[in-house]
């Protein structure tokens, strides 16, 4: 999967590297800014209040 | 075979993928949301000081510079709780921040913002205020929930206050000073904690209570941490906050 992914990516392997280090931190960011939020209240360790 | 081989070549390569994004994720509400979280409850407490320190008493009545004239003299005086003189206090719309706890156990500069209402997004924005329990300073109990951590994990240290620890809760008028009386740790369903006279439900207040819950252990949400004080003196916010109150014996 990844061995294809870097066959994908056109370039010499120093451009290839930086484009995967670049994707990397896209999919992070994507994660940190929409993903765990929408996630976290899901979790069963975030309740601090008495009630419902 | 080769196919066989390929296909757990991509399998493994998931598995690996989905382990990383659970190490991301446990990064991200751990570490990453205390950043963030912090960093905007801190802005919220500075502007919430300048508010305060700009509306230094309410009500009075604007001495306009200049020719505006056209300021509202008399008209509407913050309603008045009217069974409690000691404090007047309008209704706040829920999510938006009209106090700042400080607990000088946990360091002079320890300040966060209280905001009404206790739902997911507002206990991410800092410390949260049981809609319907009493206000800073009046009869019955000003109940409030704090993350324990995660989120600029406001009230990490609950189980650190001593009996006698000072809790100040700063308003727009005065500083409510409350002093710690005693913890107690209960399953999340027990709201009798917040009740106006806690763990004595449907009893007739006569003292002015603090209750500050968050969960128990840390990193579980199985029970709940609980640490009543109660009203220990008013200062007006404009006389300033004694130097005493902020040092911590013991």
Known sequence: MYA?????????????????VLLAAVVVAICFVWVFPAVAPLMPFN????GQ | MTQVRRAAGVLGELLITAGVLVLLFVVWQLW??????????????TSLE??????????????????????????????????DPLVTFSGVPKGKAFAIIRVP??????????????????????????VGTAMPGQVGNFAIAG??????????????????????IETKQDYFVYRV??????????????????????????ARWLTMTSCHPKYSAAYRYISFAKLAEKVPRG????????????
């Open chain 2, 239 to 250: 006389k300033g906050l004694p130097k005493s109150l902020l040092e911590v014996k013991g």
């Open chain 1, 47 to 50: 309740g601090n209040t008495v």
């Open chain 2, 181 to 206: 009386r005693r913890h107690t740790i209960v399953r999340p369903w027990q709201t009798d904690v917040i009740a106006p006279v806690p763990q004595h439900t449907g009893e007739q207040p006569s």
């Open chain 2, 147 to 168: 993350h324990r951590t995660t989120y600029g994990r406001p009230f990490h240290d609950i189980d650190k206050l001593q009996r006698g620890d000072v809790v100040i």
């Open chain 2, 50 to 83: 300048q508010q305060f320190d700009r509306s230094g008493l309410p009500d009075r009545p604007v001495v306009a510079s200049g020719a505006t004239g056209s300021a509202p003299s008399t008209s509407a005086p913050a309603p008045t709780a009217r069974k």
């Open chain 1, 4 to 20: 294809a992914l870097w066959r994908l990516v056109p370039g010499p392997w120093p451009v290839k590297l930086l484009a995967m």
């Open chain 2, 32 to 45: 990453w949301t205390d950043v963030t979280a912090g960093r905007e409850q801190a802005r919220t407490v």
């Open chain 2, 105 to 130: 156990r946990y360091g002079s500069d320890y300040a966060r913002p209280i905001l009404q209402g206790t739902g997911t997004d507002i206990l991410q924005q800092g410390v949260g205020h049981y």
